[in-house]
Nanobody, 126 residues
Framework: QVQLVESGGGLVQAGGSLRLSCAAS????????MGWFRQAPRKEREFVAA????????DYADSVKGRFTISRDNAKNTVYLQMNNLKPEDTAAYYC???????????????????WGQGTQVTVSS
């Protein structure tokens, strides 16, 4: 099982950009599908984006499509979330997650991921 550490969160004005990184430990990172989720106060954790093991397939929530880009560098054991044109409603704690190999590709369902990072806070001011 991989261990995950997110970084790159912060405070940004509406319309600005941030890039989140998720560094993974373990030699099997390249076999995992990866996802980004977010959770705002008093709301359920929601899907943001996912990428398959090779980076050849991605999936996005409608709310971020066209503004966010997920990517990965398997040589660096890292997955990224580039966030552009940020909006106040993007304010949340962002979590990366790993889906074990053998269960298919990407998923939007948190229970299908078995490893989670500690989260990084993104705050977008209006």
């Amino acid at each position: 099982q991989v261990q995950l550490v997110e970084s790159g969160g912060g405070l940004v004005q509406a319309g600005g950009s941030l890039r989140l990184s998720c560094a993974a430990s373990g030699r099997t990172f390249s076999s995992y599908a990866m996802g980004w989720f977010r959770q705002a106060p008093r709301k359920e954790r929601e899907f943001v984006a996912a990428i398959n093991w090779s980076g050849g397939r991605t999936d996005y929530a409608d709310s971020v499509k066209g503004r966010f880009t997920i990517s990965r560098d398997n040589a660096k054991n890292t997955v990224y979330l580039q966030m552009n044109n940020l909006k106040p409603e993007d304010t949340a704690a962002y979590y990366c997650a790993a889906r074990p190999p053998g269960y298919g590709g990407t998923s939007r369902r948190p229970p299908e991921y078995n490893a989670w990072g500690q989260g990084t806070q993104v705050t977008v001011s209006s």
